[in-house]
């Protein structure tokens, strides 16, 4: 049975030979090892885990982020790809009914949305804001974001009302924390936007807190501002290049940029009768469009013609008729930035030529001033 006991010469007991064949079970290994290494075996075990634990969090993270910049390019099929991804993940890491879970539902329902596939999103957008109800203890803001996603979910539908009422709901659950009114003010401006409400879309643009202001809210916020000019809303328009020109003087100073959008300021400001800060707005724009391209480039021929007008209304005829003389020699040359269809005064026809024409209208009342 075990292994024999041969006395040796010396007359100690030898140890027990082990028998051949019988390696010692796992227990008596690691009680032969030691305290010492079963602890240093359990750590490693934990580390191994641990690791694991991470890379799965780095994935989700990854592939979310890659979610996220799908959708804000409009790639919405490759959004619902990532989104698939990291909603399974969060099944298996938080369960189907997690209010972390509801995040991703959110935003596998809204790729969906973006690709018009509203049948398939239904049952995600339900899925999303039911969690987010039997979930009292929410973070406000992420639960504003599932909110916001129904709201977007039923203008889709075309229910307006709806999608309002949802977005009343996203406010109050917000508990007014800045991080989200941001979010919440472009929401509004979008679902606005598509009921045809440009006025209400602007409002809300221009609620949006000067320092939550993104780069991309600088083309939404001229768009509305135009909109409202020729509604015959200055007083909404000025509102809006007024956010316009504050964020791209932040972002990128003393480029093209900032001179257009300070030209639109002093624009939108006449339209409203305030002369004289339309005045102090399109000399700094004058100047700072001469800075970027030179004195003689036909880029800034529309400012100077409005700041004209502007002059002529003070009552300084002398300041009118240098901006007019300039207009009036200025040629067309290639190369002009593109302004894109914000100008104010755009129209058919040669830019330039149009410039001029009212210019020498304008010179005629200066020599007669």
Aim: one cysteine or more; charged letters at 25%.
């Amino acid at each position: 049975m075990g292994g024999k006991l041969v006395r040796k010469a010396d007359g100690k007991r030898p140890k027990r030979a082990e028998p051949r064949g019988h390696p010692r079970p796992p227990g008596l290994i690691m009680g032969t090892l030691g305290p010492e290494l079963v602890f240093v075996a359990a750590v490693m075990a934990a580390v191994g885990a641990l690791s694991a634990s991470r890379q799965g969090r780095r994935d989700i993270v990854a592939t979310w982020r890659r979610g996220h910049a799908a959708f804000a390019a409009d790639r919405f099929d490759e959004a619902e790809q990532c989104f698939l991804l990291t909603l399974a993940i969060a099944e298996q890491r938080f369960g189907p009914d997690h209010w972390r879970t509801a995040l991703h539902v959110n935003a596998l329902a809204q790729a969906l949305v973006g690709q018009r596939r509203l049948e398939d999103a239904a049952p995600l957008v339900d899925r999303a804001l039911g969690i987010v109800e039997r979930w009292s203890r929410m973070p406000h803001a992420e639960a504003a974001s599932v909110i916001l996603g129904a709201a977007t979910f039923q203008s889709a539908l075309g229910h307006h009302a709806r999608a309002m009422a949802l977005v009343d709901r996203a406010r109050r659950a917000t508990k007014n924390e800045l991080s989200m009114r941001a979010t919440i003010e472009r929401t509004v401006a979008r679902l606005e936007a598509v009921a045809g409400h440009d006025a209400e879309a602007a409002d809300a643009l221009a609620r949006i807190p000067f320092e939550q202001l993104e780069p991309r809210d600088v083309r939404a916020l001229a768009t509305f501002g135009v909109a409202c000019l020729r509604d015959g809303d200055p007083e909404r328009a000025v509102r809006c290049f007024t956010s316009a020109h504050a964020l791209v003087e932040r972002e990128s100073p003393g480029e093209f940029a900032e001179a257009f959008y300070l030209g639109l300021l002093g624009e939108v400001l006449a339209r409203c009768g305030r002369d004289e800060e339309a005045r102090r707005a399109l000399e700094q724009a004058v100047i700072d469009y001469d800075a970027v391209l030179g004195e003689h480039h036909p880029a800034s021929a529309a400012l100077l013609v409005e700041l004209a007008e502007v002059r002529l209304r003070l009552g300084d005829s002398a300041g009118a008729r240098i901006a007019c003389e300039r207009v009036v020699a200025m040629r067309t040359i290639s190369g002009a930035p593109s302004e894109e269809p914000y100008r104010t005064s755009a129209a058919t026809g040669d830019p330039l030529g149009l410039e001029r024409h009212r210019a020498h209208a304008l010179l005629a009342r200066a020599r007669r001033g």
